[in-house]
């Protein structure tokens, strides 16, 4: 191990070394934080990024993809109930071309390609037939492609061409929806789907197109082409009359002091008026005129009329004198004809209540408040329409009670949250008490160190160094250990005044022996520890 990295740990070792119970504890919760952290970065890092494959798969189709998803090895999710494949980004147009190769999904409805397969020796029949299932199929694709439609079923009903105007018949259609998972059609998305049907096909009408979802309600009916019929636009006409005459009133007598009802009478009868009028033009030639003279004289000419009684005829016969002028004219004439088409679902007559608390009520204009009623909810006196506007005391019973149980809710709720956060507190602590018991108890394991003693010369006894001849300090001969054994040589024996022979024991220890060197010079540093 190079030198600066082994002074790097012996300084980190002696750094940690001298941290207290609490430091090491919050140390060590640090650092499994930050592994913790590194490790769902990784992984969130290293995760691919998905993309769908294919959405709006049937079963059949869906398991037959994931089957091969698994021969490739490749990794998928299924999400939104199975119906969606979810493939990593770089594999998307790979995955695709072999389902395609393999005919997959193969649940999807043929549209135009069915006219490609369609031979010369086809007869009319078949060809008529095939060309009806063309535009079925891409009706239908073009809906699937909508918002929250799931699938879509489109079947056409054309009548065949005649010559007798008075056996044709128009064309109808029927569109079958399953929408997706929690989504549901409105009414502006009903509407593009007749009209986008009826737009198709030559000579359909809106109103003869049928829209039907997987629930079986009737969305739009055929001859009404009213989403929902008559009942379902009045409860639609009333709720939007009352919820612009509630925010009306909610800023004129304030929140709660005022509410209104609204009932409406829809026509549900269906049906077309056709009106002709005419008129003249002024100073418009007329578009053909003749004329026709007669005159006649002799015997006979004053015959002409009508014989009676107050004839001026003469009745000896004598001769007379006749003429006759005659002018026919064929002026031109302005002819306007309207045809005007009767849905059902038409308001015939509506009536609008409003009550509004007495207490609130003799700040405010009654007549005035009337107006703006009428005004918001369009009344029209001359189809019917009335409004009536009073002022009543309200009970307020029910609000009373209906705000002690928000109270008591809002109490409980709280008090249940309080409960769950200290219900989290208390864990954490216990988590964490056995972590610093953990900690403690083995630190002060590792407190516990062997201590082996050192001969340094110190404690000799001079006595036993005196030699009885000469009275003076003699010096045995340190023996020498083998190199396998790693003892520690012995120097010869000094006085308690010879420094340089303990530097020189001390220095011998510390060359053969710097492990045990090392954790006696900690021993000695630690005045907590008693020598």
């Known amino acids: 191990m190079p030198v600066q990295l082994s002074a790097f740990f012996a300084r980190l070792g002696r750094t940690v070394g001298g941290f207290s119970v609490a430091q090491r504890t919050i140390a060590i919760i640090g650092i499994a934080a930050l592994v913790l952290g590194g490790i769902a970065l990784t992984s969130w890092l290293t995760k691919p990024t998905l993309t769908p494959l294919f959405s709006g798969l049937a079963a059949a189709d869906a398991n037959t993809i994931v089957d091969q998803l698994r021969t490739d090895g490749v990794p998928y999710e299924l999400t939104n109930g199975g119906a969606t494949i979810m493939v990593p980004q770089e594999k998307v147009y790979d ?21 490609d397969n369609m031979g010369v020796t086809s007869s009319e029949f078949q060809q008529t037939v095939t060309y009806q299932r063309a535009m079925e199929g891409e009706l239908a694709s073009t809906i699937s492609a909508m918002d929250g439609v799931k699938t879509a079923s489109v079947k056409l009903a054309i009548p065949k ?25 409105n009414s502006d998305q009903v509407q593009a789907i007749v009209h986008l049907t009826s737009a198709s096909i030559d000579g359909l009408k809106p109103l003869n197109v049928a829209v039907i979802d997987s629930s079986g309600t009737v969305l739009s009916a055929v001859g009404t082409g009213a989403v929902g019929g008559a009942d379902k636009q009045g409860t639609d006409y009333e709720k939007r009359i009352s919820a612009a005459v509630q925010t009306m009133l909610d800023r004129v007598a304030g929140p709660g002091n005022a509410t209104v009802a609204v009932a409406a009478d829809m026509s549900q009868q269906s049906g077309q008026k056709v009106q ?105 006196v001359a189809r019917g329409d009335v409004v009536t506007v009073a002022a009543l005391p309200f009970n307020t019973a029910g609000a009373a009670d209906a705000k002690a149980a928000l109270d008591a809710a809002k109490v409980e709720a709280d008090a249940q949250r309080t409960a769950e956060t200290w219900k989290t507190i208390i864990i954490v602590a216990s988590i964490l008490l056995l972590i610093a018991l953990a900690l403690l108890l083995y630190a002060m394991k590792n407190r516990r160190q062997s201590r082996q003693p050192i001969d340094l010369g110190e404690r000799l006894d001079p006595m036993a160094l005196l030699d009885p001849a000469t009275t003076s300090m003699a010096l045995p001969p340190a023996p020498v250990a083998p190199l396998a054994v790693r003892e520690i040589p012995r120097l010869p024996d000094t006085g308690p005044d010879d420094l340089d022979g303990k530097r020189a024991r001390i220095d011998s220890l510390a060359t053969h022996e710097p492990e045990k060197t090392a954790g006696y010079l900690r021993s000695m540093m630690d005045d907590r520890t008693p020598v």
């Open 276 to 380: 002709e009028s005419f008129t003249q033009p002024e100073n418009a030639p007329a578009l053909n005129e003749s004329k026709t003279a007669e005159s006649s004289t002799g015997s006979g000419a004053g015959a002409a009329g009508v014989l009676g009684a107050d004839s001026t005829a003469p009745a000896d016969g004598s001769k007379g004198t006749f003429t006759s002028d005659k002018t026919t004219k064929n002026n031109a004439i302005n002819k306007t004809t309207e045809t005007t088409t009767i849905p059902a679902g038409a308001v015939t007559r509506q009536t609008v209540s409003v009550a509004v608390n007495k207490a609130t009520a003799d700040g405010l204009d009654m007549s005035t408040l009337r107006d703006l009623v009428s005004s918001a909810a369009g009344i029209n």
């Open 161 to 185: 061409d005649t010559v007798f105007a008075s056996e044709k018949q128009d064309p109808t259609a029927s569109v079958f929806i399953e929408t997706a998972k929690g989504a549901a059609l």
């Open 95 to 115: 995955e695709r071309l072999k389902a395609a190769a393999a005919g997959l999904p193969a649940n999807k409805t043929a549209g135009y390609s069915l006219l």
